[in-house]
């Protein structure tokens, strides 16, 4: 156990709907990433949040959103979904400082899938 | 840019023996962080190893080592004694310095132990 968790674990949904997914980051860590990892596309890099700030963007949609709260948990906002959304959508989280060994912790993934 | 290569889609290894997964990466930064995690079929991420770029000795934790060759700007997963629970896509990603930055992944690797 990572200490990260996430929901809902599986998604269901349809076409032109939207929805949320939740991640709350191990105790103490204040970056929070959001990685998708999609079989065409691997595993790619969506948004990253430090203490409530946006920190770096990647491969983000505009119909994606993300924020991250003052109790730190963040959450992943899809909408206008599309069959191409269906994917699993990781959390991850690290605790701060500046050293490049700083592993990230990931969720259990919520799995998307979008009929 | 930052780029991970993993060359190999597939790999099978008989039970007990050796095996290495191999990883190139690419980067201009003369600072960075080098991460092996593995993906079992449940989905969720396992971190296995880092390596930094300055790090004089190659890391090793229990049965994974990791093989860098700075001038080759390779990385490569050994894993010794492979145990049938070792089957599994494994991911080769980097990050440069400061610590709280994303993670680049390669495409991953599946392993099949075979008793």
């Known amino acids: 156990d990572s200490g990260v968790t996430q929901t809902p674990k599986h998604l269901i949904t349809a076409t032109g709907q939207r929805v949320t997914l939740r991640c709350s980051p191990r105790?103490?860590?204040?970056?929070v990433y959001w990685y998708q990892q999609s079989l065409d596309q691997g595993l790619q890099f969506l948004i990253q949040?430090?203490?409530?700030?946006?920190?770096a963007k990647g491969n983000i949609l505009e119909r994606f959103s993300a924020q991250q709260f003052p109790d730190l948990h963040s959450e992943l906002n899809l909408s206008s979904l599309e069959l191409g959304d269906s994917a699993l959508y990781f959390c991850?989280?690290?605790?701060?400082?500046?050293?490049?060994?700083?592993?990230?912790?990931f969720g259990p993934g919520t799995r998307l899938t979008v009929l | 840019a930052q780029k991970i290569t993993q060359t190999q889609p597939g790999m099978f290894v008989q039970e007990k023996e050796a095996v290495t997964l191999d990883c190139t990466y690419d980067?201009?930064?003369?600072?960075?962080?080098l991460f092996w995690y593995k993906q079992p079929s449940s989905g969720e991420m396992i971190f296995l190893i880092y390596q930094g770029s300055y790090d004089q000795q190659n890391a090793t934790e229990g049965r994974y080592s990791l093989n860098f060759q700075k001038a080759r700007k390779s990385a490569n997963l050994v894993i010794s004694a492979s145990q049938l629970g070792d089957s599994a896509m494994y991911f080769c990603?980097?990050?440069?310095?400061?610590?709280?930055?994303?993670?680049?992944f390669g495409k991953g690797t599946r392993l099949s132990v075979i008793a």
């Open positions: 991850a989280s690290s605790v701060s400082g500046g050293s490049s060994s700083n592993e990230q912790f």
């Open positions: 990603a980097m990050r440069t310095a400061p610590g709280n930055t994303p993670l680049v």
């Open positions: 949040y430090y203490n409530g700030e946006e920190r």
């Open positions: 980067t201009s930064d003369p600072s960075y962080g």
């Open positions: 105790s103490g860590d204040l970056s």
